[in-house]
């Protein structure tokens, strides 16, 4: 069973540029959640999604920032216009469901704004 | 709002002794979940161990439990027997379910563990 799958693990992105995460959960998770970590700090939430639902963006910044989960293929984070504060490490969790305390988190990407 | 607080920012063991983490949280709740997770240099999220709050028998996994105080927000962990594998970061979390149908990890801001051989 292969758990969640997160790609790129290291992005670089000049400011202005725009930064796409994807996240793919594991197999019948139907649920995804993104976090974002700043150095030296612990996760902060972001976004909980189901297939092709935004269930609770109240983490995410109100603009720049949008994520998805299709019906097919894996979420994806969009941040346009990068700049250097978006700098962190990302992380995608999926689970079976709500209320369903088995998360299973990827190993995040990390990116970079120059 | 949930808060969680982990006091130590950095601890040290001695190989094959035992250490306790520290993590205190606020809620209004009476149901809900507590969580390790282990962050290790390779940034892979690991469980470590979980407790529900109904529980008043406190979780073990192997070499790690938990001592869990529900009246003072408490939930500590214990490392027994430390390995050099166990240095990492160690995040406490909270699980909270909203009534508009929303779930979240809330996280405290980690405790470096190293281990000395």
């Known amino acids: 069973n292969a758990g969640v799958m997160q790609n790129p693990r290291h992005l670089v992105r000049r400011r202005g540029q725009e930064a796409r995460l994807r996240c793919s959960p594991v197999?019948?998770?139907?649920?995804v959640y993104w976090y974002r970590q700043l150095p030296e700090e612990g996760l902060k939430f972001m976004v909980y999604?189901?297939?092709?639902?935004?269930?609770?963006e109240s983490g995410m910044p109100k603009e720049r920032f949008s994520a998805e989960f299709p019906k097919e293929g894996p979420s994806i984070l969009r941040i346009q216009q990068v700049v250097r504060g978006d700098s962190a490490a990302y992380f995608c969790?999926?689970?079976?469901?709500?209320?369903?305390?088995?998360?299973?988190f990827g190993s995040g990407t990390r990116l970079t704004v120059v | 709002a949930q808060t969680v607080t982990q006091s130590q920012p950095e601890m040290s063991v001695q190989e094959a002794e035992t250490v306790t983490l520290s993590c205190t949280y606020d809620?209004?709740?009476?149901?809900?979940?507590l969580f390790w997770y282990k962050q290790p240099p390779s940034r892979q999220m690991i469980l470590v161990i979980r407790q529900e709050a109904y529980k008043q028998q406190n979780a073990t996994e192997n070499r790690f439990s938990v001592n869990f105080q529900k009246a003072a927000k408490s939930f500590s962990l214990k490392i027994s027997d430390s390995q050099l594998g166990d240095a990492a970061m160690y995040f406490c979390a909270y699980r909270t379910l909203t009534q508009g149908g929303s779930e979240k990890l809330v996280f405290g801001k980690g405790t470096k563990l190293t281990v000395n051989p």
């Open positions: 969790a999926s689970s079976l469901g709500r209320g369903h305390y088995g998360y299973t």
């Open positions: 197999k019948g998770h139907s649920h």
């Open positions: 809620t209004s709740e009476s149901d809900y979940y």
């Open positions: 999604l189901q297939k092709e639902n935004i269930i609770d």
